[in-house]
């Protein structure tokens, strides 16, 4: 078993429509969380970033950790034809160390 | 440029070849990471530099990988006698701060460097 595990999708959304992604870890000493978003042929670049167990909001995008159950969100709101890429799950023990990924869940949002 | 930067974007090998990848971080970021992405997975750590000193190579699959930063700014991942299974896509990440800073520090990828090895 993985320590992140995340599911591949594809995810097909219409276009305005909230979509939830997620992410369990088996490991407890994971302490920092992220959320990347990868284009195709990018390299991937940082949406959110949070500590320890708790929500962040930044325009239409919120992550959740919920360390208790190792288990943790991203949410799009109102989600638009550019937000269609393969969005990455990431965690580090410490700050500023390497990051353990998830697979990635591919995600298309129709117009 | 604002970016981190990777050259050559893509690289076909024949099996057996040696490759060097390289690595321009943003100017003044002290930590650099190397990760290998498959295709259809995530990005898998291979090794990080602080400056010029190497903290952690526990990633490299195989001694036939690997990586130096001798002036502490760029990086050059080489892989020697290439086998199909390092085909892959690498990516550099460099970050400002120092590592195990306690700190929350954003890694900045490059766009990777896409191998074909044949």
């Known amino acids: 078993q993985k320590e992140v595990e995340q599911d591949p999708g594809p995810l097909s959304v219409p276009e305005g429509a909230i979509v939830s992604l997620n992410c369990t870890y088996s490991?407890?000493?994971?302490?920092?969380f992220m959320w990347y978003r990868q284009y195709s042929r990018k390299g991937p670049e940082l949406l959110m970033y949070?500590?320890?167990?708790g929500n962040k909001e930044d325009g239409r995008f919120t992550a959740q950790v919920d360390k208790s159950s190792k288990y943790i969100s991203l949410f799009i709101r109102d989600s638009q034809p550019s937000d269609s890429a393969t969005y990455l799950c990431?965690?580090?023990?410490?700050?500023?160390?390497?990051?353990?990924f998830g697979k990635g869940t591919r995600l298309s949002v129709i117009a | 440029g604002a970016g981190v930067s990777q050259s050559p974007r893509y690289k076909v090998a024949k099996r057996g070849q040696d490759v060097a990848l390289r690595c321009d971080p943003i100017?003044?970021?002290?930590?650099l990471f190397w990760y290998q992405q498959a295709l259809g997975q995530g990005p898998e750590f291979l090794t990080y530099?602080?400056?010029?000193?190497?903290?952690?190579k526990s990633g490299l699959p195989s001694d036939r990988f690997f990586a130096e930063r001798p002036e502490g700014s760029v990086s050059t991942l080489k892989i020697q006698r290439t086998q199909q299974e390092d085909s892959a896509v690498y990516l550099c990440?460099?970050?400002?701060?120092?590592?195990?800073?306690?700190?929350?520090?954003?890694?900045?990828f490059g766009p990777g460097t896409r191998l074909t090895v044949t």
């Open positions: 530099f602080q400056n010029e000193a190497q903290l952690d």
């Open positions: 100017s003044g970021h002290v930590s």
């Open positions: 949070t500590y320890s167990s």
């Open positions: 490991n407890s000493a994971f302490q920092y």
């Open positions: 990440a460099s970050s400002l701060d120092y590592a195990h800073s306690g700190r929350p520090e954003r890694q900045y």
């Open positions: 990431a965690m580090s023990e410490a700050g500023n160390t390497p990051l353990v």
